[in-house]
């Protein structure tokens, strides 16, 4: 579905992702993770359109997204979360969830519709009843998982999730990872998930894709990934020892 | 609510009667008040579109309601019909000036304050610009403009030109308001606070962010270029120095932030008050523009969300106390 060729990302003299490739079919989950400044979240802004790549190719169901603005690339059906969850403080919740019906996607449905569909998306992640509530007033957990609910309003094929259990507790991420599992299951949603919580990563994850220094080093399945000795050094290799 | 769909008949109904108690034959004094007054209060409500719905704050309004003026009125001159036959395509092409700049802004990523700083040295580009384009705009002395009339409805109702000027502008507000409530009340509005929130974050959800902000600058100026024509009615005449920054931009800027952004009646209630203190101000003008600018970093300061939501919020207030006093 997601298909990534040579795609290589560069600010000045630092190339922040290296000659990257790799897949995500449908309904897969796939983890991204590696060191501090590997890359990750910059891999999720060339795909996004945030920051086009300087070199490769890009695409989404056949459609090259290279060259295409973020709110383009959204409408196509990737959805996305950010590590620091952004979600609109100063609306509702039920707000915040409607925008994402509303122009996530190229049905571009009535404000009735979108709004039911994010009744529904509410009642999805757990954050039913708390609608009329303002989003800043809630919890970071539950921001992520409205930020998650805007997602899955769109009706995505994909949605990159960035480091979405940062600063959560196990039982936050424990809700956070249902869900998600849940999205693909009941929804058909593919999740490309940044994570440095690794209990989370590897216990729920199809494949998982390393990057160090903007280069992809591994990609396969939790237990090859874990077993692979470039992964441990490209771990261990950053803390002083 | 139920209100909400009362509000506009409420505020027309209220600014139609005005003219019926206040203006009296003869004392143009009044109704010229009475005329800048909801002139104003158009204008703000329209930079309300840009700035208090986009965060796009435009300060060349005065420029752009001289690019209405001298569109609307030279062209008028040169095929030779009346002021009515080009007011339009005077707002439409105020609109696409408006509309330009804010694209670019918004392709080139501008802030609050870089596309504040771009459309002040535009507006005092535009007036040099009146300045020098004699054959235009008169040059430094101006020149006259035919009047906007309507000698059925006039002779008709009975008004006097201000009168009937005072109506043609509530016809203009009343339209603006319209377009106001129906653009914050469907998905422009949506779009308008996420944009205001986190453009980042609006245009990863799919909002085409650059698009709505040139739109909502299009209709903020549009409707200013519609004001040009109008305004230069008031004195029958238009200079360069009627469309300057310390003219029109202080007072509008001002009146927005006093009366309440994103609010239907911020701007009528802010340009009752500002045009009154502006009044009463006129026997003193040497410190009226220190006045004004210091009311506007007060006002930036502490004050930036304006009368009627803090009339709003302390009705909210009071009300919730009632109900957790006994009794």
Request: proline fraction near 3%.
């Amino acid at each position: 579905m997601l298909t990534a060729n040579g795609v290589t990302k560069t600010f000045g003299g630092l190339t922040a992702v290296d000659d990257v490739t790799f897949e995500i079919g449908e309904q897969e989950i796939v983890g991204l993770i590696g060191p501090n400044g590997a890359g990750k979240t910059t891999l999720f802004n060339t795909i996004t359109g945030v920051h086009p790549p300087n070199a490769g190719s890009i695409t989404f169901n056949d459609a090259e997204l290279t060259g295409m603005e973020p709110h383009q690339i959204a409408r196509r059906g990737v959805a996305r979360t950010f590590q620091t969850a952004r979600t609109f403080n100063e609306s509702s919740v039920l707000e915040n969830v409607v925008v994402g019906a509303v122009f996530g996607n190229e049905s571009s449905p009535s404000l009735d519709a979108a709004e039911d569909r994010a009744h529904d998306c509410l009642e999805f992640v757990g954050l039913d009843g708390r609608g009329e509530e303002e989003a800043g007033s809630l919890t970071i957990a539950d921001r992520k998982l409205l930020e998650l609910a805007k997602g899955i309003a769109a009706e995505p094929d994909l949605i990159l999730v960035d480091e979405i259990g940062a600063g959560l507790t196990g039982a936050e991420i424990a809700t956070i990872t249902d869900t998600l599992e849940r999205a693909r299951a009941e929804r058909g949603i593919s999740v490309f998930w940044i994570e440095h919580v690794m209990e989370a990563i590897m216990s729920s994850t199809d494949r998982i894709i390393v990057l160090n220094q903007g280069r992809k080093i591994a990609d396969g399945s939790p237990a090859e990934v874990r077993d692979d000795p470039q992964v441990a050094e490209a771990y261990l290799g950053g803390v002083e020892v | 609510m139920n209100w909400e769909q009362y509000k506009i008949p409420a505020a027309v109904v209220f600014l139609a009667i005005l003219p019926v108690v206040f203006f009296q034959e003869g004392a143009t004094y009044i109704s010229r008040i009475f005329t800048i007054f909801i002139m104003f209060a158009t204008l703000a409500l329209a930079l309300d579109v840009a700035f208090g719905q986009t965060d796009q704050l435009l300060l060349f309004t005065g420029g752009i309601v001289g690019i209405g003026t001298y569109t609307t009125v030279d062209l008028a001159a040169s095929l030779g019909v009346s002021l009515w036959a080009t007011i339009l395509i005077g707002g439409l092409f105020a609109g696409v000036v408006g509309a330009v700049v804010c694209y670019v802004a918004a392709r080139r990523q501008l802030n609050v304050i870089v596309i504040s700083i771009l459309t002040i040295s535009l507006q005092l580009a535009m007036v040099q610009t009146f300045n020098a384009l004699r054959d235009i705009t008169g040059g430094n002395t101006g020149m006259e403009v035919p009047a906007l009339t309507a000698e059925a409805i006039t002779s008709t109702m009975g008004w006097e030109p201000l009168t009937f000027l005072y109506y043609l502008f509530l016809l203009l507000l009343t339209a603006l308001m319209v377009v106001h409530h129906y653009l914050t009340n469907s998905k422009y509005g949506l779009a308008f606070d996420m944009i205001r929130q986190d453009e980042v974050s609006a245009a990863s959800t799919g909002v085409a962010v650059v698009r709505y902000k040139a739109f909502a600058g299009f209709v903020a100026t549009f409707f200013m270029g519609l004001v040009g024509p109008l305004y230069v009615q008031i004195g029958g005449y238009a200079t360069p120095g009627m469309f300057q920054f310390a003219t029109i931009d202080v007072l509008v800027l001002i009146i927005l932030v006093v009366g309440g952004m994103r609010t239907i009646y911020g701007p009528i209630v802010g340009a009752a008050l500002i045009v009154y203190v502006n009044e009463a101000l006129q026997a003193a003008q040497e410190f009226r523009t220190m006045v004004f600018g210091a009311m506007l970093i007060v006002l930036f300061l502490y004050f930036r969300n304006g009368i009627v939501r803090y009339a709003r919020d302390l009705a909210v207030d009071r009300f919730d106390l009632g109900d957790r006093l006994p009794g």
